[in-house]
C-alpha cells in the first residue's frame, strides 16, 4: 500500500520516502547503507522494481490483441530465426543516434 503512493512521485522522492520507510520499520537500518538495508529487508531495489514492470509490460505487448502491439515491427520468419546466432522474434534496430530510441526500441534490444 506504501509503495503505490509513493511511487508516484520523482525518483528522488521515492528513494527518500523509502529510505524513511524502511527506518521506521527496521530501526537497525537508519545508519547502514541503502543497499544493505534493502538486503535486511529482503526488498528488491527500485531500479530492479522497474525493470520488472518494463519487462511485464513489454510481454503484455506481444500479445496480438494488445491495442498497441500494431507498434511492433513484423515478425521474422522461422526460416530465418533457425539459421541464425542469436534467434529473435523480431528484428533488432540500431540507431546511430538517441534521437529516434523509445521504449519499444529499448524492449526490443532487452526483453525478448
Known amino acids: ?6 511511487e508516484m512521485g520523482s525518483g528522488k522522492d521515492v528513494f527518500l520516502m523509502r529510505k524513511i520507510v ?17 538486503q535486511y529487508a529482503e526488498l528488491p531495489s527500485l531500479s530492479d522494481r522497474r525493470d520488472k514492470l518494463r519487462c511485464d509490460f513489454f510481454r503484455k505487448l506481444l ?10 515491427p513484423p515478425r521474422r520468419d522461422t526460416v530465418i530465426t533457425s539459421r ?3 534467434a529473435t522474434t523480431y528484428p533488432r534496430q540500431r540507431n546511430r ?15 525478448q
Open 22 to 38: 524502511e527506518d521506521i520499520i527496521y530501526p537497525v537500518t537508519t545508519s547502514t547503507p541503502y543497499w544493505v538495508a534493502l
Open 63 to 72: 500479445n496480438p490483441s494488445n491495442c498497441i502491439h500494431h507498434l511492433l
Open 84 to 86: 541464425l546466432r542469436r
Open 1 to 6: 500500500m506504501i509503495y503505490k503512493i509513493v
Open 97 to 111: 543516434t538517441n534521437c529516434y530510441k523509445s521504449f519499444i526500441h529499448h524492449a526490443l534490444l532487452k526483453y
